[in-house]
Structure formats: structure tokens, C-alpha cells
């Protein structure tokens, strides 16, 4: 069965979804959805009541009247007035925004992506205090490989949702019966449905810990890891964590930057004169993008509360937050709605808004404090278990090869491909389902 073409899993039928839960790892001790969890029901979802540490069903159930509340304070914007430029080296361009903002206060619907959301298997479980919540879709073929899929910022499980199709099917797509995956796709801690942490600790080494034990939990003694971004990092994490079980990684935001070179580009300094023509374009690439387009993670790197406070008040500062990078970092040309739709760029700026996670997520960076694409920050070098890495062209550098292979030793796959961002599973779901197949075939 399918909806709005993204897979319902066995789950998608009320007598389905007892037969998949009653065959599934995940299911042992659940009990009815209609038994409300007090934590989660009355704000945004219901959750199967039990012990925490169980695996209980979700669905999301926003109230009408907070949606009410996010057109009301769009409409209510106070704008600034016209950028001096004639592009977006200001930032978001007033027109672009307000047309953006129309649009979510008019016509725009969230009841859509609650409703396929809702018609995949969604679930809460408590790790280390916290509700993690996660998408969990096991593919007919009882030999798939299973696989957790970990988004970034401004990033979210939405990002991940048009995979899943490709993935847990692969015949229909191209795919061999054998190529298949069982995806884990959970929220980060402080994103989505998952909780907030209340105290400090919970960075990448920490989440890493949590998304073994989650795969555990689900039944999982075989898994591989991927992600982009924030994902990125987690992954690095939880690779030379080295739990029992862990297959590999895939990452498609590789810390590649060579120690000796990482002051060069953080100070603006040319290039040295003995790269090749790739490395070169690297370095200027990322020295362009710490001189001028890393201003939104300095800011959440050193005072996450403070901007927290727009994000969290006002549906438009958050949108233009958001927006500036969604258009940045697609392989677009700087216009996202060449390969998103509004409506889907809309749905992800909106489950920022109605989860209230501004300034939560934000702190994620505060615990990450650390140059992300430096393998020495990264600690890359003490990764022993095969790494594999997909270079997308619209990522917010291109990770040269020859870097990469220095940075990981354990490197077995790399490729760079000819379309796709930083968003690459939500901008080329099915060439980023294809590239999950071609990484991880040597593990199986």
C-alpha cells in the first residue's frame, strides 16, 4: 500500500498494524495507542502508555488551536524594511520571504504531512531519561539490512520520509529484492517529537550511545549507520564508539580538512600553492564559508538562548532562519523551489515552529562545539570499521578524494554523484537510496 507515494508499512491497516507490531522486535509489551502517555497527549501526539523504556506507538494530533496561533503571528509581523542589495548577500530578501510567509498564513496546510507522518509507524522510547522519537519502517524482505538515518540542522525525520519508499522496497526502484533496508529514521534530542534535554551532555558522543541502544532495543544485532550534517557527526561518533553490532557508516558531510590546513581557511589565507584543482576549490570554498556564510553557527555555537528567543516567538524569524540556509545549501542555485516545493519547505519550518524547538535545537551546537570538517576535530583517524562516503555537488563544500581517503583509513566506498545538496535524501531521494544500496553492499 502506499500514500502520497511513501510506503505504509504492515502497519498502514488497523489489522495490519496488529499483525506487524505482533511479528516485530520492536512490539514486545505494547499496549493500545488510545491509553494516553500524560508526558506526551494534550500537546502534540499521543504515545502508547508503558513503561518507558518501551517501544510505544505515536501519532502526532496537533491542536487546531496552535495552529491558529502560528498564522495569527504571521500575519502579525512587524518587517523590516527593503535590503540595500539587489541579491541575497544581506540575507533573505524581503520580497522572497513575504511571499514565503504568505503563503504559510493563507494556504498552507500541515494537516497533510501530520497525516503521512501518521500513516507510517511512528514510536517513543525512553533512552538515558529521554523520549526519543523515530520513525520505524521494516521492509517485507525479512533479510534486509537495517539501517538508522540521522538528519542535522535546520534538518529534521522530514527530510528522510521520500527514502523510505526506495529503501524498504528497492524492486520498485530500481533496486535488487536483495538491496533492501529495514529504516530506523529517529529525531535528535531537542528536535521534533523527542524531548528536550534539561541538562548538559547530550552532544554527539552521547546521542551516538542512545541510537545503539535504540537499534538494539528494536531487535537489531546488525546495523549500519548514515547521515549528513549533525548526522554526520553522530555517525563519526558512534564509528569509533565501535558498538558490537555496527556494520559501517556512510556520511555525506565528511570532516575531511587536513590538520595543517584547517587555520589557513579559517583565517582567509589563499590557498597553498601545491594542491591539486579540486583541493583547491575546497579550500576556497570553505573559506568563503566561514568568512561569510557561518554566522547562523557562531551564533548557536555561543549563545543558542539568545537566539532562541526569536526563534521561538516569531514563525518568521524562524523562517527566515531557516530559509537563508535551506537555499544556500540545495543544489538549487540558491532557489530551493527548484527542487523542493513550498509546501515541503513549509512543512519542515513548521515542525520547528509547532514543537518549539528554536532554541533546543540550537543548543545541539553548543554541545557540538567543534570545527566540523576537520578529520582532527572529528577524530576520523581512530575510525576502524568501514567507512563510505557520497560527495553531493550542492554540499557546503566537495570533499576531494584525496582528503577523504587521508581522513578515513577505513575508507571502502566513495563516490561523488552529479545531483543533490546538502539536503541530498530530501532534495534525491532515489539517487541517495541508490548510493545507500552501492555503500553498504559489501556488508551485507
Not at 220 to 244: C, E, F, M, N, T
Request: aromatic fraction near 10%; hydrophobic fraction near 40%; charge should be neutral.
Amino acid at each position: 500500500m502506499r500514500d502520497n507515494g511513501i510506503p505504509v508499512s504492515p502497519a498502514g491497516t488497523d489489522a495490519n498494524r496488529r499483525r506487524f507490531l505482533a511479528g516485530s522486535a520492536a512490539a514486545v509489551g505494547l499496549m493500545a495507542i488510545a491509553n494516553a502517555d500524560p508526558a506526551i497527549a494534550g500537546q502534540l501526539g499521543v504515545a502508547a502508555k508503558g513503561p518507558p523504556s518501551t517501544i510505544r506507538p505515536f501519532r502526532i494530533n496537533v491542536p487546531e488551536a496552535a495552529l491558529r496561533d502560528m498564522k495569527r503571528r504571521i500575519a502579525d509581523t512587524r518587517w523590516p524594511d527593503r535590503e540595500t542589495v539587489p541579491d541575497s548577500s544581506q540575507g533573505v530578501q524581503l520580497a522572497r520571504l513575504q511571499a514565503l510567509c504568505n503563503h504559510w498564513a493563507t494556504s498552507y496546510d500541515w494537516r497533510k504531512i501530520e497525516g503521512r507522518l501518521n500513516a507510517l509507524p511512528q514510536f517513543v522510547t525512553q533512552i538515558d531519561g529521554l523520549d526519543i522519537h523515530f520513525l520505524h519502517v521494516r521492509s517485507r524482505n525479512p533479510d534486509a539490512l537495517p539501517i538508522i538515518i540521522t538528519h542535522g540542522w535546520p534538518g529534521s525525520i522530514l527530510e528522510m520520509i521520500k527514502t523510505i519508499a526506495p529503501l524498504t522496497d528497492p524492486v520498485a526502484h530500481g533496486g535488487r529484492e536483495e538491496d533492501a533496508f529495514h529504516v530506523v529514521i529517529p529525531s535528535i534530542p531537542g528536535y521534533g517529537f523527542s524531548s528536550r534535554p534539561t541538562e548538559l551532555g547530550w552532544g554527539p558522543d552521547r546521542v551516538a550511545r542512545a541510537w545503539d541502544v535504540l537499534m538494539k532495543r528494536l531487535g537489531y544485532s546488525r546495523y549500519v549507520s548514515q547521515g549528513g550534517d549533525h548526522g554526520s557527526v553522530i555517525s563519526d561518533a558512534l564509528a569509533r564508539q565501535k558498538p558490537a553490532g555496527l556494520l559501517g557508516i556512510h556520511v555525506n558531510m565528511p570532516p575531511t580538512i587536513p590538520p595543517e590546513l584547517v587555520k589557513g581557511i579559517n583565517a582567509g589565507d589563499p590557498p597553498p600553492p601545491n594542491l591539486s584543482e579540486p583541493e583547491r576549490v575546497a579550500f576556497e570554498t570553505l573559506s568563503k564559508f566561514f568568512a561569510r556564510n557561518a554566522a547562523y553557527g557562531a551564533l548557536m555555537v555561543t549563545r543558542p538562548q539568545t537566539i532562541g528567543y526569536a526563534l521561538c516567538d516569531s514563525p518568521t524569524a524562524l523562517a527566515a532562519f531557516m530559509y537563508e540556509k535551506i537555499a544556500e545549501w540545495t543544489d538549487s542555485g540558491g532557489e530551493p523551489e527548484r527542487v523542493l516545493t513550498r509546501d515541503e519547505i513549509l512543512d519542515a519550518i513548521s515542525l520547528y515552529w509547532l514543537t518549539d524547538t528554536g532554541a533546543s535545537s540550537s543548543r545541539f551546537y553548543w554541545e557540538n562545539n567543534n570545527n566540523n570538517f576537520s578529520s582532527a576535530a572529528q577524530r576520523t583517524g581512530e575510525i576502524t570499521i568501514p567507512v563510505a562516503v557520497t560527495v553531493f555537488p550542492g554540499e557546503i563544500y566537495r570533499a576531494p578524494k584525496t582528503w577523504t581517503e587521508r581522513a578515513y583509513p577505513t575508507l571502502g566506498y566513495f563516490n561523488q554523484v552529479d545531483k543533490g545538496g546538502h539536503f541530498a535524501a530530501w532534495e534525491q531521494p532515489e539517487l541517495f537510496a541508490a548510493e545507500m544500496r552501492a555503500a553498504f553492499k559489501s556488508l551485507r
